[in-house]
């Protein structure tokens, strides 16, 4: 009997068949799937801001890209995954709000898909799919079995990456 692991905002969690790991109500932040596609591990972060560096209370290392990506690749091998194998899936980083001028501090889902992305990369890490931007909020599921990243969004069809 499969069940859903839900991931929180700013939290993570690692699965492997038949579970399947979801986070609901992405904005502006972003979900980050991390797949390794032999062993069939996968784990999820809920990234809220793009970077630790600029935030004086930042022990929650999830809640960062910088630190929750890095800190979710050792709980994935720490069960198991390989580090090499490690793909990725994202979603999310909306403009959830219209802004008369568009300051940088308010452009939070651009910049954290930016620092996403440049984690990833610095990493090494390939994103296979992506759903970002926009301005409405995404609700995931990912299915480690199959690799599918299921997404749903108000009035909109579902997407599967």
Known sequence: MNKTIK??????????????????????????????PVKKIAGLVHVMLPDSTKIINNSNKYKFADTGIVTLIQDMVDIGAIRRNIVAKIAGGAQMFSFVN??????IG????EATKQKLAELGIPILAEDTGANYGRT???NPDTGLLH???????LLIL
């Open 7 to 36: 991931v929180g905002m700013a939290d993570a969690n690692v699965c492997r068949p038949p579970d399947l790991i979801a986070t609901l109500g992405l904005g502006s932040c972003v979900g980050v799937v991390l797949y390794d």
């Open 151 to 157: 997404i749903k969004s108000f009035g909109k069809e």
């Open 140 to 142: 995931i599921e990912f």
């Open 110 to 113: 651009d910049r954290n898909v």
């Open 102 to 107: 568009n300051l940088e501090m308010m452009r």
